[in-house]
């Protein structure tokens, strides 16, 4: 089962135990299936919690091709992920992801943030009183974070980072995040400012008209082999 839907089958379970039949739940991995297959994608940029989703993909494309003794999609489904990069977890709560949705925006660090804003949530950041520098994601999860968000926005991994700045406490752990957090996304608020609303419009609906031409184009070929299959 996915590990999506028993969360939420938890999340939303009736005071009589019963599971309530959501919608969303059940037909949003077959929409982001079609998404992909549609285009006849290869490689996709997906998070950990993703990983489910893709496989189910795989395995529509495979059973659909089976059904229909035809190459209706002839590409494998490729993650393009960095598996010790995956999930950025929230600054005031390092067990669940950081999430625009979160009910707390204190441990969220948003793009649209000023730098003081940053710098004050990263030094507000949940830690823990051992006061020393380590790679245990369940013994110091909140120190295991800061090094992966530094990781993330630098040239060097987690491990090169907790031993290079293994003697600094916890508040200048903090600083050397904020340095390196901050100025990436100040550089991304100033790239932001720049575009013209008027020029994404237009891309937009160029790339749009593009893409219909190519899903009408699938369709027709899904459709035809699968006439001639029957």
């Known amino acids: 089962m996915m590990t999506q839907y028993k969360f939420l089958m938890n999340k939303f379970k009736e005071p009589n135990g019963t599971e309530p039949a ?13 998404d ?14 993703q990983l489910q989703h893709l496989e189910l ?9 089976k ?21 950025i977890m929230d600054l005031q709560d390092p067990s669940k992801k950081m999430s625009k949705s979160s009910e707390s925006k204190e441990g969220v660090l948003f793009l649209s943030d000023s730098s003081k804003e940053l710098r004050r949530k990263i030094m507000k950041a949940k830690t ?19 090094l992966e968000i530094m990781a993330s926005f630098s040239q060097s991994s987690s491990d090169q ?9 916890y508040k200048n752990l903090k600083e050397k995040v904020c340095e390196v957090v901050i100025p990436t ?9 720049r575009i013209e609303e008027e020029q994404i419009n237009l891309i937009l609906k160029k790339n749009t008209s593009s893409l219909k031409l190519r899903a009408k184009a699938k369709l027709d070929y899904i459709y035809s082999q699968i006439n001639s299959a029957i």
Do not use: H, W
């Open 67 to 87: 059904l229909y003794s035809c190459n209706l999609f002839p590409t494998q489904l490729f993650p393009l992920k960095d598996s010790s990069r995956t999930r």
């Open 185 to 193: 996304i100040n550089k991304f608020q100033e790239n932001y400012s």
């Open 161 to 169: 980072l907790c031993a290079k700045l293994k003697n600094l406490n």
């Open 36 to 49: 992909i297959l549609l285009y006849d994608a290869s490689f996709l940029s997906v998070g950990e919690d």
């Open 128 to 146: 823990d009183s051992l006061n020393k520098l380590s790679l245990d994601k369940e013994g110091q999860p909140g120190i295991y974070n800061l």
């Open 22 to 34: 959501l919608m969303g739940v059940l037909t949003y991995p077959i929409l982001m299936a079609s």
């Open 57 to 65: 993909c795989n395995d529509i494309k495979e059973r659909m091709n």
